[in-house]
């Protein structure tokens, strides 16, 4: 069983950044590839970014790319996501994720832990 805590969240302007991190305990880390989604009220959860367990491929949302960055510490158990340039439509509960079985990184079904989720507000 893999547990994940996320941290890092909280409020800030429009333009400004913020990091989330992801603690992972309970498995072998670097079997696992890592994402991160985003859910806000009302919507669907929706894909911003994932990373391989090696920390070698990536992937972003179209909504993200060019402002957020992933990656991953695996000495440290750790998945890190770079918030840049953050808008108010950002605004969302934010969740990192482990996969360990096949399937496409964006599809929030084909992980199989999830942390509890941070709370990221942009205001305008």
């Known amino acids: 069983q893999v547990q994940l805590v996320e941290s890092g969240g909280g409020l800030v302007q429009a333009g400004g950044s913020l990091r989330l991190s992801c603690a992972a305990s309970?498995?072998?880390?670097?079997?696992?590839?890592m994402g991160w989604f985003r859910q806000a009220p009302g919507k669907e959860r929706e894909f911003v970014a994932s990373?391989?367990?090696?920390?070698?491929?990536?992937y972003y949302g179209d909504s993200v790319k060019g402002r957020f960055t992933i990656s991953r510490d695996n000495a440290k158990n750790t998945v890190y996501l770079q918030m840049n340039s953050l808008k108010p439509e950002d605004t969302a509960v934010y969740y990192c994720?482990?996969?360990?079985?096949?399937?496409?990184?964006?599809?929030?079904?084909?992980?199989?832990?999830w942390g509890q989720g941070t709370q990221v507000t942009v205001s305008s």
């Open positions: 994720a482990a996969k360990v079985s096949s399937g496409g990184v964006s599809v929030p079904s084909n992980y199989d832990y």
């Open positions: 309970g498995g072998t880390f670097s079997r696992y590839a």
């Open positions: 990373i391989s367990g090696s920390g070698v491929f990536r």
